[in-house]
């Protein structure tokens, strides 16, 4: 993928023709009222997205905070915000895209092409000076068929045999959580053996967009996450990991996600926690 395939920006989409269905991802952890901030603006015609209920199935100790939901249950909520075959979509939020971008990882693992995130979201749209709209918006049904495992995946066994073969997995939470100082939600700090601490804040310019292409890929070559290696992403719950994802494409490098993430791994005594900075 290219930046262009990951994102677009609030100039051309205000400029662009043609239905698009806008799906406005407010979340944030530990704050639930991202419906009612949805309700008091939003862009033009978009549909509120609840992450916890639609962009996840229910959490549980043994696949983490936020599994992935199933193709059928994925499938009926994107016919509910409206899309049919064919259609164009665009997710954003009011958090540099950190939410927005589990729908876009979500619907283009499920099979759909043409998904973007509006780069620099709700911050850029108003900067650029795109209206804004109140209320509700419940769009008319679509159509759209979903597949599932058009993008890649890992398992904990796998994510965690990375780095032992060459590989590379990059933890995308903060830096003080990867070196185990804090843990904020999850049942242990620390981090996977083997792990870069690579924090998803670092991909963004200071307004929210994300980074020239060429500024991520100095980054994340720093660490061997280049073309053609082999790399793998993981945050608290598999939501912030998307953006990393989504950073990665834009750098022109393919990485697998595991959904599970820290919080799977965490709630399994069994499983090791590393503490400290990052090995390299």
């Known amino acids: 993928m290219s930046r262009d395939d990951v994102l677009v920006d609030a100039a051309g989409l205000l400029a662009g023709t043609g239905r698009v269905v806008l799906l406005d991802v407010r979340w944030a952890l530990g704050d639930d009222r991202g419906r009612e901030r949805y309700r008091e603006g939003h862009l033009p015609g978009a549909v509120f997205v609840d992450l916890d ?18 193709v059928q249950r994925l499938q009926s909520a994107a016919r509910r915000w409206g899309i049919g075959a064919g ?3 665009v997710a954003y939020d009011d958090s540099r895209g950190l939410a927005a971008a589990r729908a876009w990882w979500l619907l283009r693992w499920a ?20 209206p804004l709209e109140t209320g509700d918006v419940v769009p008319e049904p679509g159509d759209v068929t979903l597949t599932g495992g058009r993008l890649p995946t890992l398992t904990a066994d796998e994510a965690a ?8 997995l990059l933890d995308a939470r903060a830096a003080e959580r990867f070196r185990g100082e804090v843990e904020p939600v999850d049942a242990r700090a620390g981090h996977v053996a083997g792990a870069r601490s690579m924090p998803t804040t670092g991909n963004l310019m200071p307004d929210g ?20 290696a082999t790399v793998g992403v993981y945050c608290g719950s598999g939501v912030t ?13 393919e990485a697998a996600l595991w959904p599970g993430s820290w919080s799977q791994w965490a709630a399994d005594p069994e499983r090791p926690a590393a ?5 390299g």
């Open 53 to 70: 209920a639609e962009l996840a199935d229910p959490p549980s100790p043994g696949a983490g905070r936020h599994p992935l939901p199933s």
């Open 87 to 89: 259609n164009r979509v």
């Open 111 to 130: 099979g759909l092409a043409d998904v973007r995130l509006l780069d620099g979201g709700l911050a850029a749209w108003r900067a650029a000076g795109g």
């Open 161 to 168: 045999a990375l780095p032992g073969s060459g590989g590379v």
């Open 209 to 228: 967009t994300f980074a020239p292409a060429a500024v991520l890929a100095g980054r994340f070559a720093a660490v061997g996450a280049v073309p053609g």
């Open 241 to 253: 990991a998307a953006h990393e994802v989504a950073a990665l494409a834009v750098a022109g490098v």
């Open 275 to 279: 503490v400290g900075p990052d090995p």
